[in-house]
């Protein structure tokens, strides 16, 4: 979801996973821009200007982390503890390809670890309450140093976890049964 200052309203659209920036000359950039860090957001190359004019929002219902156990590895899910969708910051971008197409394009903005997802991984998304969207969409008016403080880690007592099968980890297996619990290894 984004904000259209020229509409005046928000807008979801569908883009690609992996921040293409405008300047780029090839898409393939995306591969490696997935994800970014909050530090130094502002002063990164392909994230400058983005965080500058082009923040959204990426609803997630869940996001998984692997704990890596003696006999291998275990996916968790993790959401909110109350039902609903997540907001999570993000960066958006448009790329002209070569052959004249036009690619929208996102990154998924990440933050230290809560001490609750610690043990799973030493980064997470940063998750943004309702009251914290206008700031970020840019709706209302935010100072950099303004938005760079909402890029914190989530309240630990706003999430759970749960252990999930590892047929997640298949980017060819994509039903609601990977989110269902299983009963945790080790």
């Given at each position: ?10 807008s ?5 996973w ?10 393939k ?15 990164r ?13 990426v609803?997630?219902?869940?996001f ?6 003696a006999?291998g ?11 609903g969708?997540?907001?999570?910051a993000?960066?958006?971008?448009n ?5 004249g ?8 903005v990440?933050t ?5 997802l610690?043990?799973?991984?030493d980064r ?16 209302t ?9 909402l ?9 759970v976890?749960?252990p ?5 980890g298949?980017?060819?297996n ?5 989110v ?6 080790g």
């Amino acid at each position: 979801m984004r904000f259209d200052p020229r509409a005046g309203e928000r807008s979801l659209d569908l883009a690609r996973w992996g921040l293409v920036p405008y300047w780029a000359k090839d898409i393939k950039i995306g591969y490696s821009t997935f994800n970014t860090k909050a530090e130094g957001i502002a002063e990164r190359s392909a994230f400058k200007e983005p965080f500058r004019r082009r923040r959204c929002l990426v609803p997630f219902d869940n996001f998984y982390e692997w704990k890596t156990l003696a006999d291998g590895k275990q996916p968790y899910a993790i959401a909110r503890a109350d039902p609903g969708l997540m907001a999570v910051a993000g960066l958006w971008d448009n790329w002209r390809s070569p052959q004249g197409e036009w690619v929208r394009s996102f990154t998924v903005v990440t933050t230290a670890a809560n001490r609750f997802l610690a043990e799973l991984h030493d980064r997470m998304p940063v998750i943004l309450d309702p009251p914290d969207w206008p700031r970020w969409l840019g709706e209302t008016p935010a100072e950099p140093q303004e938005l760079r403080s909402l890029l914190q880690p989530y309240r630990e007592d706003g999430l759970v976890m749960w252990p999930i099968d590892k047929r997640v980890g298949n980017v060819r297996n994509n039903d609601p049964g990977l989110v269902e619990p299983i009963a945790a290894a080790g």
